[in-house]
């Protein structure tokens, strides 16, 4: 290599994935459309958990955690990416490109960790469910979350200062829509043995650590159920685990697809297109496995609505019934309250006379 061939840019072109001007706004509205309803989807669970006591356990807490991953993995590449295809304006900065690689690193290494903690959590509940609340106590499921983020956050940032010690030639087009660790590494014009080796080594270490405690776990979870004689406690225990064990094999199976489909081919776009499987549509499926195939998830989102509904009701009913109170119109109290029952269906004598007391106990203007 000549001297004054490589030097420290400052900007890269993301050639996304089409160069064709008719297909932009197709992709805009789908991935905006898969981004909306992935925030939508994972913020409902996140309220859903956390307003209902029912879940305040350990795999609630853990997939709440993930639907919050999910979030913040969309939301480091997706809204770019919709930036760059409105402005038609594919350059990111190098200092953009380096934050874009150590938040997805940080948060794809998260949710992998997470999901064996996961398995670990199924693993206790059904092999030992007389110690689970032992065993999984709130200060072992904190530790697990945090030595995780921890792991994470390390691994993200050895990654992100190894890219920082390489050099690029001039214009550097990303056959990518967004900034991706290993084509990163393959566009580099220096020597990058040193960051092929760290980042195999910490692939090994990292990804496939998490999948062996999986594997393991699962392999526990598979020989106690099949020691129980009742098809129904077959079929409990294992639906304990069916919405874990379908991410799980979402989560690995695209991830894999990404990595076979770079290697079998050298096309960048059909690697790109793989790419969108785990970083765009897992997330976004994620709270559908989870609603769809969880029972106490759909129990717990039904009162949730209810909740949310109730709630609007009432604080409607009672603007109206302070408005009356306070113009003194009679006739619109009277209307309002027999109105009451009618409107809301299912409220119940308490709640009429609360409203009543709210009105009486409001002095007149």
Known sequence: ??????????????????????????????????????????????????????????????????????????????????????????????????????????????????????????????CHPLHYTVIMNPQLCGLLVLVSWIMSVLNSLLQSLMILRLSFCREVEIPHFFCELHQMIQLACSDTFLNDTVLYVSTVLLAGGPLAGILYSYSKIIFSIHRISSAQGKYKAFSTCASHLSVVSLFYCTVLGVYLSSAATQNYQTSAVASVMYTVVTPMLNPFIYSLRNRDIKRALMRFFRRTALKGTLSWYQRNALDCKAQSHLFCMGKCFCDLPLRTGHLDLHVHSWLRNVVRETPAM
């Not at 706004?25 to 956390?50: D, M």
């Not at 038609?88 to 999901?115: E, H, K, P, R, V």
């Open 1 to 126: 290599m000549g001297p004054g061939n490589d030097t420290q840019i400052s900007r890269f072109l993301l050639l996304g994935l089409t160069n064709k001007p008719e297909l932009q706004p197709l992709i805009f509205g789908l991935f905006l459309s898969i981004y909306l309803t992935t925030v939508f989807g994972n913020i409902l669970i996140i309220l859903t958990v956390s307003s209902d006591s029912h879940l305040h356990t350990p795999m609630y807490l853990f997939l709440s955690n993930l639907s919050f991953l999910d979030i913040c993995v969309t939301s480091t590449i997706v809204p770019k990416m919709l930036v760059h295809i409105q402005t038609q304006n594919n350059i990111i900065t190098y200092t953009g490109c380096i934050s874009q690689i150590f938040l997805s690193t940080l948060f794809a290494g998260w949710d992998d960790f997470l999901l064996a903690v996961m398995a670990y959590d199924r693993y206790v509940a059904i």
